[in-house]
T-cell receptor, first 111, second 116 residues
Framework: DVKVTQSSRYLVKRTGEKVFLECVQD?????MFWYRQDPGLGLRLIYF???????EKGDIPEGYSVSREKKERFSLILESASTNQTSMYLC??????????FGPGTRLTVT | AQKITQTQPGMFVQEKEAVTLDCTYD???????LFWYKQPSSGEMIFLIY??????QNATEGRYSLNFQKARKSANLVISASQLGDSAMYFC?????????????FGTGTRLKVLA
């Protein structure tokens, strides 16, 4: 059974803190993605990666960075969290252009 | 400019009736893919159906079918015989980009409520 896991379901952080969101997939997928989901805005692509150590900016990369040191793991980093980064964060993986598999999401609140 | 447009924020349908959820897209790539996902209130994203830009026939998966009109750049999802469990958020998505470095862009979603 395919699986994408995310390190936390809920996270509360203070403004200015550095935040790490981890995503792990067990399907040997090349492609991995980070989205944020906000009401009325759908899913917006933050960053994606098509190979180890490779990363590409999505539509809203400002304030975020990513790391992919191993094929199965894709990390999203908020260098200095701000209140406007309060959101649901979804990680996904896919195999060569096929459908994406999503993790359960991390609801991040920045106070 | 929006690459994926879902113009219906919310819809109601009577149980056992069919419903169409609209999706239009914008791309200049000749090769692309279109996907629909369901997100129930529990939050997980569930893949429903896929249509490739070169596919001649409309995709079908059980009660789901995709009405693909390439010239109009539309990829509407049709759910036949709606069930209460179909109540959820539905997202249309498009895959684009060079092979191997694909990215997937989503629309804003349509919330469907099935009425008993």
């Amino acid at each position: 059974d395919v699986k994408v896991t995310q390190s936390s379901r809920y996270l509360v952080k203070r403004t200015g803190e550095k935040v790490f969101l981890e995503c792990v997939q067990d399907m040997d997928h090349e492609n991995m993605f980070w989205y944020r989901q906000d009401p009325g805005l759908g899913l917006r692509l933050i960053y994606f990666s098509y190979d180890v150590k490779m990363k590409e900016k999505g539509d809203i990369p400002e304030g975020y960075s990513v790391s992919r040191e191993k094929k199965e793991r894709f990390s999203l980093i908020l260098e200095s969290a701000s209140t406007n980064q309060t959101s649901m964060y979804l990680c996904a993986s896919s195999l060569r252009g096929k459908e994406q598999y999503f993790g359960p999401g991390t609801r991040l609140t920045v106070t | 400019a929006q690459k994926i447009t879902q113009t219906q924020p919310g819809m109601f349908v009577q149980e056992k009736e069919a419903v169409t959820l609209d999706c239009t897209y914008d791309t200049s790539d000749p090769s692309y893919g279109l996907f629909w996902y369901k997100q129930p209130s529990s939050g997980e994203m569930i893949f429903l159906i896929y249509q490739g830009s070169y596919d001649q026939q409309n995709a079908t998966e059980g009660r789901y079918s995709l009405n693909f009109q390439k010239a109009r750049k539309s990829a509407n999802l049709v759910i036949s015989a709606s069930q209460l469990g179909d109540s959820a958020m539905y997202f249309c998505a498009m895959r684009e980009g060079p092979k191997g470095t694909y990215k997937y862009i989503f629309g804003t979603g349509t919330r469907l409520k099935v009425l008993a």
